[in-house]
């Protein structure tokens, strides 16, 4: 059995299934490389003020260094004795650097420097969302303006309602996606906080340089409370709420892809490589990627409520509940990074059946509202204007016609007002050209609105990710 760091005060040996039950490492040994990181800045502050000397923190890093290597090259040998990746990385140093080892958890607790580990983690985890988020956006600009003439029928209650541009359709998810990368980046503000130093939970009696060891590990601000600094997930909640509403944005995409791709809408064909097929079947192509995107959005949402309900009734400060903070935080952090990943790839392969979304936009009375407002302006009351158009439409119904296509003389039983300019007021061009209100549809409207995310997104630092905050030496 190995030694546990803690067990002096123990005289009998902890029973195996207790071992087991409360062993993390499985899940936690994915923090490794910022433990090392944060334990090296720790080395180097307490040198700093004279805590342990020069010579022993160089011992202690190289030591861990060497540990890293073992680990990035998967030499290291786990063991559930150990609980968890602080407790094994440093009973390996003992090994690895003898008697200084002992010295390396001076001012330190596993209730800071897991705090510390989870908020390095989430940091690199969040910009490389906000990064891939960056890529979505991107798409779907491309998208919209290769769309900017393709005319569709635009929803409610998933009923036609009125006549959109494609690039309008792409353009709103491209604003979803745009407040969810302005969430992710408000969020990191409070993640990237230093906990250490706050020791287990009270500070320390040492005269350790808080802010320098922030320096080192590239936070701007360390945390103010020491109780609060071990106890809060706050940023864990954050990120999971963040992450639960990106979710849902994905998961609108992906069932508008799957609606879409039916043969009952027909309005697109999900490439060979980003479909499957049926077992049975032998003419099914089937969208499972959008059906897993939705699917695993619940997963999120799980991971989020479960989170939720582990921290809400913990006294202060550090409960060993909050280990279980780690599978959900990690299981949302890679099912929504492997959602995004794989609808950038899946979005510019999608074959667009432009026809097919002009024709469902010809029929179905998507024009109505228009001819109501055609003789609104010629001083109709709108609310008059409306019941006009409605018996027009229910008489359009029963002849198995659209409303452009009754004679002016059909028209005029209805209201005398319409004249034969009403054909080409009626049109799909022009029915969309109409709508030029800030944030409509019209064409000129939406191409600006391209013009102006393109330039948001060339503005927007791209590669903020983990690259500059693994800097060693
Ligand atoms: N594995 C623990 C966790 O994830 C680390 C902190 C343990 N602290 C303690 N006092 N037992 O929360």
């Given at each position: 059995m190995s030694e546990k760091p803690w067990d002096g005060r123990f005289s009998e040996r902890t029973d195996t299934s207790v071992e087991a039950f409360t062993s993390s490492i499985q899940v936690d040994k994915r923090l490794y490389p910022y433990d090392i990181e944060g334990s090296v800045a720790h080395?180097?502050?307490?040198?700093?003020?004279?805590?342990i000397t020069d010579q022993e923190a160089g011992?202690?890093?190289?030591?861990?260094?060497?540990?890293?290597?073992?680990?990035?090259?998967?030499?290291?040998?786990?063991d559930d004795n150990l609980e968890d990746i602080h407790m094994h990385i440093e009973v390996r140093l003992l090994q690895e650097v003898g008697k200084v080892a002992q010295k390396l958890h001076t001012a330190r607790s596993r209730n800071d420097q897991v705090a510390l580990d989870v908020r390095m983690f989430l940091r690199d985890a969040t910009h490389r969302v906000i990064d891939s988020l960056f890529n979505l956006r991107g798409v779907l600009v491309g998208l919209a303006e290769q769309h900017i003439a393709t005319v569709m029928p635009g929803y409610t209650h998933l009923q036609r309602a009125q006549p959109v541009l494609l690039a309008h359709h792409w353009m709103a998810y491209y604003e979803m996606f745009t407040r969810d990368a302005e969430r992710f980046g408000d969020s990191l503000k409070r993640t990237n906080v230093m906990p250490l130093g706050a020791a287990a939970l009270a500070g320390t009696t040492y005269p350790i340089n808080r802010q320098h060891t922030a320096e080192l590990l590239k936070f701007p601000k360390i945390a103010a409370n020491s109780m609060d600094a071990?106890?809060?997930?706050?940023?864990?909640?954050?990120?999971?709420?963040?992450?639960?509403?990106?979710?849902?944005?994905?998961?609108r995409l992906a069932e508008e892809l799957v609606l879409w791709s039916s043969a009952e809408f027909r309005f697109i064909e999900l490439a060979d490589a980003f479909a499957t097929g049926s077992s049975i079947m032998p003419q099914k192509k089937n969208p499972d990627i959008p059906e897993l995107i939705r699917g695993k959005t619940g997963r999120v949402?799980?991971?989020?409520?479960a989170m939720l309900t582990v921290m809400k009734s913990l006294p202060l400060a550090y409960n060993r509940d909050m280990q279980e903070d780690k599978p959900l935080l990690f299981d949302a952090v890679d099912t929504l990074q492997s959602c995004l990943d794989i609808t950038v790839k899946m979005l510019p392969t999608l074959r667009i059946k432009a026809e097919n979304m002009r024709q469902a936009a010809s029929s179905g009375f998507l024009n109505a509202t228009d001819m109501a407002d055609y003789l609104v302006r010629q001083g109709?009351?709108?609310?008059?204007?409306?019941?006009?158009?409605?018996?027009?439409?229910?008489?359009?119904?029963?002849?198995?016609?659209?409303l452009h296509e009754l004679s002016l003389k059909e028209l005029n039983t209805f209201s005398k007002q319409i004249q034969n300019d009403i054909f080409e007021?009626?049109?799909?061009?022009?029915?969309?050209?109409?709508?030029?209100?800030?944030?409509?549809?019209?064409t000129g409207n939406v191409r600006a609105a391209i013009e102006s995310a393109k330039q948001e997104i060339a503005g927007s630092a791209r590669g903020s990710g983990e690259g500059d905050l693994h800097a060693k030496g």
């Open positions: 080395c180097r502050m307490l040198a700093k003020v004279g805590v011992e202690l890093t190289e030591g861990l260094w060497r540990i890293k290597r073992e680990l990035d090259q998967g030499n290291f040998k786990f071990v106890a809060d997930r706050d940023f864990i909640l954050e990120y999971l709420s963040d992450a639960a509403i990106c979710m849902t944005h994905l998961s949402f799980g991971d989020l409520m109709v009351p709108f609310r008059n204007a409306h019941a006009i158009v409605g018996q027009a439409v229910a008489y359009a119904l029963a002849q198995g016609k659209e007021h009626l049109t799909l061009e022009q029915v969309i050209a109409r709508r030029q209100s800030a944030g409509g549809t019209a």
